[in-house]
């Protein structure tokens, strides 16, 4: 079982919706991480949250915002979305200090979005 | 900057045979490295970590990794697979303040 929880499990959006994808942590983790993974690629870094603030942006289209609402919440929200962002989206979460600079990540079982 | 190189994208063994998924790390300070596995439609889970403490580090599901400085590798081994092994692995790095590379992933199959 995961500590780290995403819903939806699957989400089908046109390009015209806004829609958001959620994740909870109850570890007491302070670093949140939204990465996005496509078929047979490795997971892609798209944002991190340190206490709550963003520290990374990895040059993210604006079509997607990210939202740390508390230190166990992470939100990502959609809008005009293209079909080329059909991904499985994944939250991750990490200790802030020495856990940060080691790595190690916990994560969620993925989000996956497809856009029509 | 980290970088790594997991050789062969895809790796078959039969159920009881050993395995080994190779990975080649470059990294300009003492590297932190993680094999992660990921099972079909589902998040990554790690596997083991090296954070300098020994060099042989044992994970769950009978894996082990030995971190080898001369040779920049670290690669992964279990002495005989299981049909439940079959996932796609990450090999990871990370050093520093740097953010964490993942490789491109070996894909394990496990045949009966």
């Known amino acids: ?116 | 900057a980290q970088s790594v190189t997991q050789l062969g994208s895809h790796v078959s063994v039969s159920e009881g045979a050993l395995v080994l998924l190779r990975c080649n790390y470059s990294s300009s300070v003492p590297p932190y490295l993680f094999w992660y596995v990921q099972y079909p439609n589902q998040g990554l889970q790690l596997l083991l970590k090296y954070t300098s403490a020994a060099t042989l580090v044992k994970g769950i599901n009978g894996f082990e990794a030995e971190f080898k400085k001369s040779e920049t590798s670290f690669h992964l081994t279990k002495p005989s697979a299981h049909m439940s092994d079959a996932a796609e692995y990450f090999c990871a790095v990370k050093g520093g303040s740097e953010k964490l590379v993942f490789g491109k992933g070996t894909k394990l199959t496990v045949n009966p």
């Open chain 1, 1 to 116: 079982d995961t500590e780290v929880t995403q819903t939806p499990k699957h989400l089908v959006m046109g390009m015209t919706n806004k829609k958001s994808l959620k994740c909870e942590q109850h570890m007491g983790h302070r670093a949140m991480y939204w990465y996005k993974q496509k078929a047979k690629k490795p997971p892609e870094l798209m944002f991190v949250y340190s206490y709550e603030k963003l520290s990374i942006n990895e040059s993210v289209p604006s079509r997607f915002s990210p939202e740390c609402p508390n230190s166990s919440l992470l939100n990502l929200h959609l809008h005009a979305l293209q079909p080329e962002d059909s991904a499985l989206y994944l939250c991750a979460s990490s200790q802030v200090g020495l856990a940060l600079i080691t790595g190690e990540l916990f994560f969620g079982e993925g989000s996956r979005l497809t856009v029509l």
